[in-house]
């Protein structure tokens, strides 16, 4: 079923003028996206599309909730920790995003916080409605009604379920069910990043994110091979707190194992000169149940993080594995590290070494599949197949 309102087109005076009008505007919005569609698009449309659109891309994260709404040559971006704080017992919310998310772990008994994606999934689809229509309205502006057509990102493994709980949560906050877009996070990644989707050559998306890890290649617009992997960033903040219960005595908790995380944190590398750096954080020693200070190094967190970063680039082999021989040019060419975690220092370098794929990392990692989704509700002929194939004659 189409995605999109298709209309009969009548031969008046007045029809071809509004059409002229339509095809500029089109010009317009076609500018933000990949040049190979741009170009099929500029081509005459065999499919129309609604003028004027207003459109929402989401990316409904495990730590982190993007919206992103194209306006003239860039995108409005907001986001959000996907956080939720409700009075136990009730559907009364408290607090969502920020706020909520400082009430993580130490609210008091009458009020639960919690995040209701884990691992890159929704885990709760009552909660996470709350974050849908939290994401709608800050997106735009507080006139939710305004908005006719959003794209949300899911990772490449998300269930049957797990699609039709996002098209029911944004049901439920008025929007039409057949102007929700349910698209796989890496293809929108890679249009956000202005890959070349639609060329045969193929290219590869690695995003690297709080709970979850998805590595894709793309060719002809479409999927052609995907590893999901339920580890990202979340595991080394764990993993960081384990670490200095071991050797130090002192368990800190996950928002400071974050913050060493982002602020020293390095991944092991031999070709990058990385710099060392300390940072202190405040735990609770378990021997004495006193508040104690420590030092944790750059080192802490490599060593932290080395098990994710095998198991990440052990999937990269897997993918290189099977990738046929036409796609290779394409993925040597067109790699592109998404997601916070790939802003870990010398995490991109680690991956050239031990793969022998040269990564790009985005410019705005964080955002990138937010954008991309954000294109995809503007123009959903991004995804169809005659595009891929016009891109190619
Ligand atoms: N500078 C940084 N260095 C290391 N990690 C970072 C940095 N900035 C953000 N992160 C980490 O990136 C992760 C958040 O990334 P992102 O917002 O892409 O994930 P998400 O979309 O919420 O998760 P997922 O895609 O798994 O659902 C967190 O683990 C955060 O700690």
């Known amino acids: 079923m189409p995605l999109w309102k298709r209309k009969k087109k009548e031969e008046t005076k007045q ?32 499919i129309e599309i609604d003028e004027g659109l207003e459109a929402l891309g989401i990316d409904l994260g495990t730590m982190n909730t993007v919206v992103a709404r194209p306006a003239e040559e860039e995108f409005l971006v907001k986001q959000f920790p996907s956080v ?23 609210t008091p008994e009458d009020i639960v916080a919690v995040r209701p994606m884990r691992h890159g999934v929704i885990e709760s689809l009552e909660y996470a409605k709350f974050i849908v229509q939290y994401a709608i309205e800050l997106g735009s502006d507080n006139s939710p009604e305004e908005i006719e057509r959003v794209a949300v990102g899911v990772p490449g493994d998300a269930s049957e379920v797990e699609r039709e709980a996002i098209e029911e949560a944004t049901s439920d906050v008025g929007m039409d069910k057949d102007n929700v877009i349910v698209i796989n996070e890496a293809l929108a990644a890679a249009i956000g990043a202005g890959l070349p989707i639609a060329e045969p050559d193929g290219t590869m998306v690695i995003d690297i994110g709080a709970g979850s890890t998805d590595i894709a290649v793309i060719s002809l617009g ?29 368990r800190i ?96 370098a680690r991956i050239e070494e031990e793969t022998d794929v040269p990564a790009e990392l985005v410019d705005d990692p964080l955002t990138v599949v937010a954008k991309g989704a954000a294109i995809v509700a503007a123009e959903p002929k991004t995804l169809e197949p005659e595009i891929r194939l016009k891109a190619l004659k």
């Open 15 to 46: 029809e071809k003028k509004i059409e002229e009008e339509k095809k500029e505007n089109n010009e317009k919005k076609a500018s933000k996206l990949p040049t190979s569609i741009q170009e099929a698009l500029s081509e005459e449309p065999e």
């Open 253 to 348: 908790g996950i928002h400071e194992a974050e913050r060493a995380k982002v602020e020293v944190g390095k991944v092991f590398t031999e070709t990058e000169d990385i710099e060392d750096k300390e940072i202190e954080v405040v735990g609770k020693d378990i021997e004495t149940n006193k508040p104690k200070e420590i030092t944790i190094d750059s080192e802490l967190v490599a060593k932290a993080a080395e098990p994710v970063v095998q198991e990440i680039i052990r999937a990269i082999e897997s993918i290189l594995d099977r990738l046929p021989p036409e796609l290779v040019p394409g993925v040597y060419e067109n790699t592109v590290l998404v997601g916070g975690t790939s802003l870990m220092r010398g995490l991109r």
């Open 222 to 250: 479409g999927i052609t091979d995907q590893e999901t992997m339920r580890v990202g960033g979340d595991n080394i903040d764990q993993n960081i707190v384990d670490l200095v219960e071991e050797e130090f005595g002192v």
């Open 84 to 106: 939720v704080a409700v009075k136990k017992g009730t559907n009364r919310v408290l607090a969502i995003g920020e706020e909520a998310r400082r009430m993580l772990g130490r």
